[in-house]
C-alpha cells in the first residue's frame, strides 16, 4: 500500500518567493496534518484537517501560512511570501480519527535564501 | 507549545547493549505513541499505547504505559546497527483533543558496531 505522499522532497528559494507543498494521504484516512519540524522546536502541528475540514489551524505561525483539503486526496501548504526562517522540514500525515496514529510522509524540506 | 520531557536526549552504545528512555509529563495522558526517524525521512510508529499499566513488545522493543498515565518508556534488547535514529514519544492529553498530539524532543541513539 503507497504511503503519505509528499512533494516537493526538496524546495530551495528566495525570500519572498511562494511556496507551495503538497499532500496525499493515505487511502482511507479520514484526518490530514501538516507538522513543521526544527532543530530547536521539534515537531510542531500546524493544521489539522478531518474529513477535508480544517479543525484546528491554532499552529499556523501566521497569515503567510495558509492550507487547503480539497478533496480526500489531496492537501497544499501554501507560504506566501515566504522568509528564511521558514526553513525547516514540512511534514504530512494522516490517520483514522478513530484511533490517532499518524502515519507521516517523507517530507519536505525547505530553504528560504 | 506543550512537549514532554524526554531523556536522555541522546545515546552512544555499543551494539548488543540495551536502552531504555522515557517520557513524563506533567497532565494526564490516555495515548502514548512511540516513533523512530531515521535521517531525511518521517517519524514511522513504533508501538501505541492506550490503557494505563500497558506493557506491548514490537519485536526487540517494549513500551510501557505508566500507572500514573503521566509517563512511558521504551526498551530496546540487544542493540544492532540499524537501531540508529532519534526516537520520539508523542501523548494525547486526556482532556485535549485526541488528535494533537504533544511531542517529546526525541532521543538520538548511536550504536557502535
Known amino acids: 500500500d503507497a504511503g503519505v505522499i509528499q512533494s516537493p522532497r526538496h524546495e530551495v528559494t528566495e525570500m519572498g518567493q511562494e511556496v507551495t507543498l503538497r499532500c496525499k494521504p493515505i487511502?482511507?484516512?479520514?484526518?490530514l496534518f501538516w507538522y513543521r519540524q526544527t532543530m530547536m522546536r521539534g515537531l510542531e502541528l500546524l493544521i489539522y484537517?478531518?474529513?477535508?475540514?480544517?479543525?484546528?489551524d491554532s499552529g499556523m505561525p501566521e497569515d503567510r501560512f495558509s492550507a487547503k483539503m480539497p478533496n480526500a486526496s489531496f492537501s497544499t501548504l501554501k507560504i506566501q511570501p515566504s522568509e528564511p526562517r521558514d526553513s525547516a522540514v514540512y511534514f504530512c500525515?494522516?490517520?483514522?480519527?478513530?484511533?490517532?496514529?499518524?502515519?507521516f510522509g517523507e517530507g519536505s524540506r525547505l530553504t528560504v535564501l | 507549545g506543550q512537549q514532554l520531557n524526554q531523556s536522555p536526549q541522546s545515546m552512544f552504545i555499543q551494539e548488543g547493549e540495551d536502552v531504555s528512555m522515557n517520557c513524563t509529563s506533567s497532565?494526564?495522558?490516555?495515548?502514548w505513541l512511540w516513533y523512530k526517524q531515521d535521517p531525511g525521512e518521517g517519524p514511522v510508529l513504533l508501538i501505541a499505547l492506550y490503557k494505563a499499566g500497558e506493557l506491548t513488545s514490537n519485536g526487540r522493543l517494549t513500551a510501557q504505559f505508566g500507572i500514573t498515565r503521566k509517563d512511558s518508556f521504551l526498551n530496546i534488547s540487544a542493540s544492532i546497527p540499524s537501531d540508529v535514529g532519534i526516537y520520539f514519544c508523542a501523548g494525547a492529553p486526556n482532556a485535549g483533543n485526541n488528535r494533537k498530539l504533544i511531542w517529546g524532543l526525541g532521543t538520538s541513539l548511536a550504536v557502535n558496531p
Open positions: 484537517f478531518n474529513n477535508n475540514v480544517p479543525i484546528d
Open positions: 497532565s494526564i495522558f490516555n495515548t
Open positions: 500525515a494522516s490517520s483514522l480519527f478513530e484511533t490517532g496514529e499518524l502515519f
Open positions: 487511502s482511507g484516512h479520514n484526518s
